[in-house]
């Protein structure tokens, strides 16, 4: 019995599948917390959100009144299959959603918030992204 249960849960521990809950409380926040799609996500003819392309990169629909130094102008795909997933990998994914800081340890440019967000928060977003087409 025993060892039945160690063998399980090291089968937990090692299983690729994120955790269902937490795939659920990552788009909880991604979607209505944070609203990442608000700028990540594309616009259709009539200024909507496109579903059809969540979190895949867009040009932002708004500009600052007053001059922003870095200020940028379009925002990377957030899904699996993106260069950014590719460069960063998961592990630079969530360091950076807890501290802020890019892999070259600067935050990054200017309309993106830097997020300090707890360890549980990041990987659940970061588990949710996963789940993305
Ligand atoms: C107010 C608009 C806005 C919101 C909200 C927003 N982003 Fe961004 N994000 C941007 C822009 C613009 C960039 C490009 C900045 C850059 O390349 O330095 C960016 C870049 C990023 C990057 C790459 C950073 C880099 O240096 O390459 C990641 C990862 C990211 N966003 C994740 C998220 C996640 C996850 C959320 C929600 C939790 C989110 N963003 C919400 C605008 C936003």
Excluded: N
């Excluded at 917390?33 to 579903?51: F, I, M, N, S, Y």
């Excluded at 892999?103 to 588990?127: F, N, R, S």
């Amino acid at each position: 019995m025993r060892s039945f249960s160690v063998a399980f849960l090291a089968f937990c521990l090692s299983a690729e599948a994120a955790d269902p809950k937490s795939v659920e409380w990552g788009k909880y926040l991604v979607d209505e917390v944070a609203k990442c799609g608000d700028c990540h996500t594309p616009r259709d003819e009539k200024g909507q959100l496109d579903k059809t392309k969540w979190l895949k990169g867009a040009v932002l629909d708004f500009a600052p009144l007053q001059p922003v130094p870095g200020w940028h102008k379009t925002s990377p795909d957030l899904t699996p299959t993106s260069s950014l997933w590719k460069k960063w990998g998961e592990g630079a994914m969530v360091k950076y959603l807890t501290t802020g800081l890019t892999p070259k340890g600067k935050p990054a440019d200017p309309p993106m918030p830097a997020y300090t967000l707890t360890q549980k928060d990041a990987e659940a977003i970061v588990d949710y992204l996963k789940s993305l087409k």
